[in-house]
């Protein structure tokens, strides 16, 4: 089920990005960053040396969707090595802290102790990333964010001005 705008709105979980501090046992602190009562999430490499974070219904939606890809296309068996190979599922503990796995810390440059920046991307799950890496990353971007915002502008003006089908 997708999560809407108003749904998250309503859910009282911040949008956007939220710094949190990683203990020295490699433990975030994600309450009040996910619904209360996940007692699990599910961890994987991200593609820009972040870190993916999802609920399990998140990550049971991304499984049934790259299953319906096609399993020879070699991006598709590039996502099934690097992405749902070596997911790891992880419990959260009674004061809402997940002990982020070792090999995604150090992928991300993630240290312990030290900060993460988790990315909310509503139901496409979290974005863990090291502050610096992400500020880089943004500002890296942010050309080619301008000119992909204007195509899709000009995509949903198109949308907006065909009359509906049948009319």
């Known amino acids: 089920m997708a999560t809407t705008i108003q749904q998250l709105a309503d859910s009282a979980l911040p949008l956007g990005s939220q710094p949190r501090a990683i203990d020295s046992s490699g433990r975030l602190l994600i309450k009040g960053q996910v619904p209360d009562g996940t007692t699990a999430v599910i961890f994987t490499f991200g593609l820009d040396n972040q870190i993916l974070m999802m609920l399990p219904e998140q990550w049971l939606a991304f499984r049934a969707f790259v299953d319906k890809l096609d399993q020879f296309d070699p991006d598709v068996q590039n996502i099934k090595r690097y992405q749902v190979a070596p997911a790891e599922g992880c419990s959260v503990d009674n004061a809402g802290r997940v002990r982020i796995p070792e090999d ?51 995509q949903a003006a198109a949308q907006v001005s065909q009359p509906p089908s049948g009319v």
């Open 104 to 154: 995604f810390r150090v992928d991300a440059h993630l240290t312990t102790p030290g900060v993460a920046q988790i990315l909310n991307l509503g139901s496409d799950g979290y974005e863990l990333w090291l502050p610096e890496r992400y500020k880089a990353a943004r500002e890296s971007k942010q050309e080619g964010m301008r000119e992909a915002q204007l195509r899709l502008s000009r």
